[in-house]
């Protein structure tokens, strides 16, 4: 959905609306855990959040004080350039405010779907990474490169066993430079447990080039020497990619006026400073639904629930329990790669306003997503004369039964390459020069023998043209559930549907509108049926679940009920929120400013570093702290514990203000790990120290 963008369906009982704030419960809440006193350190002044998302790019501006939105605004993303999308999204919102307000803006946050994109589509910097003592097995796992092992082992205790070989890491790094990298990924095997060869490498590197080098020990305490090979890697890689984002949009927002600092929401749903964001943007990997997610939480105030995020690509659910939002423990995968990032636990699924809806002739059914496309009435909206296409459109039904009947592209791009067929470079010159066109008109002005012989397929993989078609979106307007748009375009398109399936327009909208809430909660339910990761085929029986609701079987009587709310954001969450209550039984909540919640999370999450060190006994009776940057060795646990418990909430409280931390809170929690093996024996294991620090980010107002 697009910038002003209206829902119409009026509230009721079953759809709850709510405003207010639920930081002050979670300040509460943490002041009876941390003993402080609670919202005597709430934020003032006005804050700028800023969600680049998959389709939109969401600005709000939010008053700390009054704990309310003050303005909002859309605009399309620009994935070639997310600065220019932001750009646009701001001079919208500020037009809306006085300059009273803009001067007052003291703190920006940024979620952004870029480095989550990046990894997938394999974007970003040239690594060379070095695998330090791994050996033939866990090299062979670790699937990135250019990669190079070289010696240098410790023992799992972080005993040295092999040093590290300074001829044969300088010949490793000539030859990465030969081959043309402009950043360093290093990591040991066991770095974990002792980091010095990581640290000593860096130091290497740093003296022979002046390019950036990323250590796994700086990023993730993390076992697994594969997740730990690729979370260096990538983060290396977004290094130049982010590196740009941030400057870009610093210098946008110098350009308004605006000299606040700037948060980055990591994927956890926390937030980093800038600084940070430049040097761990692998961190920033699922920022953009961390932050939806936290938005919906801080929106509706529910405790215990669930957050739906329906976008225009896709929708995300996450799990809510006593406020705080599910992580993922064990780090997420990647685009098929394990990595040790940390993030919330978000089902995403290609379900959404922008979905391509077709009907399929064979089986008579409509089917939608996962594919998105431009809807009809934006691209009618920004290309009128579109319009008479419909008409022509009505004449022309059944030359072709074997493509969807309101098909458009639009020209994007330009392809890098030479290897594209005579017809691919008729279909860029054509939409380059005359503008967006049905597929009727581009199959007769390249020469095709039938409109569906074009070659659209890979022009559009790679981002060359765009498709337009019909989508859930097109629906809401054709049924006057959303009025921002071209509503004729989207009645003209449902009519050509509609004549293809055989039915009149109101049927179809009721079939395709059951079609998106049957997929919709297909996905629901195998995301509540799987929390606990017991079941088995869960899809197939969501999915079969979810058609009974809306068809009836003989002698089958489904009753359903959810016993936590269902806090629904994005901009169609009213109409597609009501939808759902009147399928299962649940209590609504739709919360104000719904439908910029994930700009709202961005600006109004707080910091939050965590600092882990594990201590065990050794086999000549002392102790060893395992730390961040190098192993300790003490006589006693007494003295191993005051001291790591010292260094864990120093390491904690350096790495929070070097985010702009302001009024920490800090919580450090010592955890025994012993065995009973008999009556009266208990074998000790080892201790585990964690510092947690908890604040609020800096704001300051340009003066």
Aim: hydrophobic share 40%; net charge negative; charged share 25%.
């Amino acid at each position: 959905m697009e910038p002003g963008q209206r829902l119409m369906p009026s509230y009721t009982d079953s759809v709850f609306t709510c405003s207010g704030s639920y930081g002050e419960r979670f300040e509460r809440e943490s002041a009876k855990r941390s003993g402080n006193k609670g919202p005597s350190e709430k934020r003032s002044g006005i804050g700028l959040g800023i969600d680049a998302g998959g389709t939109y790019t969401d600005a709000v501006l939010y008053d700390f004080h009054r704990e309310q939105v003050i303005a909002s605004s859309k605009a399309l993303t620009t994935h070639d350039d997310y600065a220019s999308g932001i750009g646009e999204s701001l001079d919208s919102l500020l037009k809306e405010v006085s300059g009273d307000i803009i001067r007052r803006i003291g703190l920006v946050s940024l979620s952004t779907t870029l480095a989550t994109n990046a990894i997938v589509e394999g974007k970003g910097g040239r690594v060379g990474l070095i695998l330090i003592g791994y050996d033939q097995h866990s090299s062979t796992k670790v699937e990135l490169g250019p990669k190079i092992v070289i010696r240098g082992r410790h023992t799992i205790e972080g005993e040295l066993l092999e040093p590290l070989d300074g001829a044969e890491a300088e010949g490793a790094i000539e030859t990465l430079l030969k081959g043309g990298v402009d950043s360093f990924a290093v990591t040991s095997e066991v770095g974990a447990r002792n980091p010095e060869h990581e640290l000593m490498l860096k130091q290497l590197i740093a003296q022979k080039v002046g390019l950036p080098v990323v250590c796994a020990s700086e990023l993730t305490a993390e076992l697994n020497c594969v997740k730990r090979a690729n979370t260096c890697f990538f983060n290396a890689r977004l290094i130049p990619l982010v590196a740009s984002l941030l400057s870009s949009v610093k210098l946008v927002l110098t350009e308004r006026g605006i000299r606040a600092p700037l948060m980055v929401v990591k994927g956890d749903g926390t937030l980093m400073g800038e600084e940070v964001a430049r040097t761990n943007p692998v961190e920033m990997v699922l920022s953009g639904p961390a932050a939806s997610v936290i938005g919906g939480a801080y929106l509706s105030g529910v405790s215990d629930g669930y957050v739906v995020d329906m976008g225009g690509t896709t929708t995300d659910v996450a799990f809510l329990k006593d406020g705080f939002v599910a992580h993922k423990s064990d780090g997420i995968n990647i685009n098929g790669f394990r990595t040790a990032v940390k993030t919330v636990n978000v089902h995403t699924f290609g379900l959404g306003g922008d979905s391509y809806i077709r009907y399929e002739l064979k089986s008579r059914k409509v089917r939608i997503g996962p594919q998105r496309v431009i809807p009809i009435s934006f691209l009618a909206y920004r290309h009128p004369q579109l319009l008479d296409f419909f008409s022509k459109g009505r004449e022309r039904r059944g030359e072709e039964l074997l493509v969807q009947p309101a098909d458009f592209f639009i020209f994007q791009k330009e392809f890098k390459g030479t290897d594209l067929h005579p017809q691919e470079v008729a279909i860029l010159h054509v939409l380059n020069e005359h503008g967006p066109m049905s597929r009727i008109e581009l199959a007769e002005r390249v020469g095709a023998e039938s409109v569906s012989l074009i070659r659209t397929e890979r022009l559009e993989m790679f981002g060359n043209i765009l498709r337009s078609a019909l989508t859930p979106t097109d629906v809401l307007h054709a049924i006057g559930a959303a009025q921002f748009w071209n509503r004729e375009a989207a009645e003209g398109a449902l009519t050509l549907y509609a004549e293809r399936a055989g039915m009149v327009s109101e049927l179809f909208v009721e079939e395709a509108l059951r079609e998106f809430y049957r997929n919709l909660l297909a996905h629901l339910f195998e995301f509540w049926l799987t929390e606990d990761g017991r079941f088995l085929g869960e899809r197939e029986f969501a999915e079969n679940i979810a058609s009974h609701l809306f068809f009836k079987v003989k002698d089958i009587v489904l009753d359903t009920e959810v016993r936590n709310p269902i806090v629904f954001i994005g901009a169609p969450a009213l109409t597609y929120s009501q939808g759902i209550r009147d399928l299962i039984e649940v209590q609504v909540v739709v919360p104000e400013s719904h439908a910029v919640a994930n700009a709202v999370g961005a600006i109004t999450g707080s910091i939050r570093e965590e600092v882990t060190i594990l201590i065990r006994p050794t086999v000549e009776g002392g102790f060893v702290a395992y730390t961040p940057e190098e192993k300790r060795y003490f006589d006693t646990l007494a003295e191993a514990k005051h001291a790591t418990m010292k260094l864990a909430e120093e390491t904690a409280v350096q790495r929070a203000k070097r985010s702009g931390a302001l009024h920490l809170t800090v919580n450090v929690d010592i955890k025994d790990k012993e065995v009973k093996v008999s009556q009266d024996d208990i074998i000790y294991l080892e201790t585990v120290v964690t510092a947690s620090v908890n604040s609020i980010p800096t704001s300051k107002v340009a003066g």
